[in-house]
């Protein structure tokens, strides 16, 4: 059985002015070797023309990327990898970011960014798929609102007699 996707090395998210707004990194890298990646790969992209493919070769990986609206979304793959599994997986995230913000934007994610990692961590995990039902990752997001909910500050005060 072939592997469609062995491990993702990292998903970026950016804006069209260059800033960085959310990255996950599922191959460790020191600090300053992140940011030289980082910074290659916004300015490489960046300056692709709109209808150029969303594949390119980079180093020894293959990167995939896919802009909605003001953010691109780029993730790193190896050579041998099913790349358009990789446009689903970052599709399937922002559909899952959409559902969750409702029709997000990029100032939830600058806002939201737990919000936005932990949906991401549902989905992926350790840089491989780890649930395909969007409704499945959508419940676990819901648990943890309420989770969330019931932990907050407030409610423990009042649960002491202190509110």
């Not at 996950?24 to 209808?51: C, G, M």
């Not at 594949?55 to 909605?68: H, N, T």
């Not at 990692?117 to 943890?144: H, M, P, R, W």
């Amino acid at each position: 059985m072939c592997n469609l996707l062995s491990i993702m090395h990292f998903m970026l998210l950016f804006s069209r002015q260059g800033k960085l707004r959310l990255q996950k990194w599922y191959v460790a890298h020191p600090d300053k070797v992140k940011k030289k990646i980082t910074r290659e790969l916004i300015t490489t992209i960046l300056a692709r023309k709109p209808k150029m493919c969303s594949f390119l070769e980079w180093k020894e990986l293959k990167i995939v990327y896919k802009r909605y609206a003001s953010l691109y979304f780029c993730c790193a793959i190896e050579q041998n990898d099913n790349e358009l599994l990789t446009l689903e997986i970052i599709h399937r995230y922002v559909e899952l970011l959409d559902k969750y913000f409702g029709s997000v934007c990029e100032l939830d994610i600058i806002f939201n960014f737990e919000k936005a990692y932990f949906i991401l961590d549902e989905l992926l995990l350790g840089g491989e798929i780890q649930e395909t039902s969007k409704k499945n990752v959508l419940k676990a997001i819901s648990a943890q609102d309420l989770l969330q909910e019931e932990e907050t500050p407030q409610t423990f005060f009042e649960d002491h007699g202190l509110g």
